[in-house]
C-alpha cells in the first residue's frame, strides 16, 4: 500500500492506494482512486521514500468514472440503489466508500454512454455529482 498526497485540497490529506510492487519503487495501482486525480487503474507510479506517489511513469489507459451522491438529498437511497445495479450490469469494476462514493473502473475502448445518460439528469436533480478523470 502506498499514499497519494492531497494536502493541496486539505492539509494532510491522503488516499491510499492498493498497489502490485513491480520494483522497489515503483507500483502498478491495483485499486479505483476515489480523490486522487492523474492516476487510475494499472497506472504504473513511483513513490519516494516516505511512500507517497512521486510521479506517473506509465498509464494504462483506464479511466475513473467517479460520483458523489449528496447525502441530504431525499432518494440517496434509490439512486445508490440504480447506480450500483448499473455498474453490476456494465460488468465493469466498481468500489464504494461509505456508500456514497462511487469508483467504476472504465477501461480502453469502454463506453461510458450509458453511464452518462443516468448521471446528466441526477445531477442535474442536485442528487449526485459526477466526473471522469483519465
Known sequence: MIHADLSD?????????????LTEDTFEVACLPFFTYGICYRDVVTIASNHLVN?????SGHRTLRVALIAEHADRDQVHELLHGKAVDAGLAYEWL????LAVDLPPGSDE???VEVLEPLAQAGALHWEIDS
Request: aromatic fraction near 16%.
Open 55 to 59: 510521479s506517473v511513469v506509465r498509464k
Open 9 to 21: 485540497r486539505q492539509d494532510g490529506w491522503r488516499e491510499q492506494l492498493w498497489t502490485r510492487q
Open 98 to 101: 461509505q456508500g456514497t462514493y
Open 113 to 115: 454512454a450509458p453511464f
